[in-house]
């Protein structure tokens, strides 16, 4: 994987497949409390870890995953497709799923990059429809969703199959987006 993105203030980035350098940013990240908010908290070097192999075997079975996301030579954080492990009414299904490291969050990277991982899903691996989903109180990922023209229907919130009843982060909701309007937007 190597795209190259744009963001609309003209940051120049790219989307690449992982490195072993990669490691001790991608363990920042995912110990940066502001990031892990909503993801259960922030992961000690072995969760990490474990995460990053995870990622990285998951994407050479398919060809296709999560990848790193580099700015300025930094991994800014990481961003892709990815195929949830449980069963719910909208499940099977691809979802798109991002995070950031905090330092470079409101530039509009993870918008330009997931905007890249969506033509690349439509266009390369032929998908009809890629979700996104979020617990509710999530609202910068949410905005993001947004932004990428994705349909939200209060019909299809959810409680994460993952997460105990009552648990504050179980509520989630669900994004959309299908291959036709993402199409019919690109032309607009």
């Known amino acids: 994987m190597n ?3 744009q963001t609309p203030r003209g940051t120049q980035g790219r989307i690449r497949d ?5 490691f001790p940013a991608f363990a920042e990240i995912n110990a940066e409390v502001e990031v892990m908010r909503y993801l259960l908290g922030p992961l000690d070097m072995e969760a990490a870890r474990a995460l990053f192999e995870k990622i990285q075997n998951k994407n050479s079975e398919n060809g296709w995953g999560i990848w790193a996301v580099e ?11 990815n195929r949830p492990n449980f069963i719910t009414h909208f499940t099977p299904c691809v979802e798109i799923a991002w995070r ?3 330092a470079f969050w409101r530039q509009s990277i993870a ?9 690349y899903g439509f266009q390369q691996l032929g998908l009809e429809e890629i979700v996104a989903f979020t617990t ?13 023209d994705m349909s939200y229907q209060a ?3 959810f409680p994460h199959p993952g997460l105990e009843a009552g648990h504050p982060l179980s509520p989630h909701v669900l994004y959309r987006i299908s291959k036709e309007r993402a199409t019919r937007l690109a032309t607009e």
Do not use: C, P
Not at 138 to 147: A, F, G, K, T, V
């Open 136 to 148: 509710e109180s999530n609202h910068r990922s949410r905005r993001l969703m947004e932004r990428l």
């Open 71 to 81: 700015v300025d030579g930094d991994l800014a954080g990481f961003t892709g497709l």
């Open 100 to 102: 950031f490291r905090k």
């Open 18 to 22: 992982w490195a072993g350098r990669d």
């Open 3 to 5: 795209l190259e993105f």
């Open 111 to 119: 918008y330009a990059a997931a905007q890249s991982v969506l033509d």
């Open 155 to 157: 019909k299809d919130d």
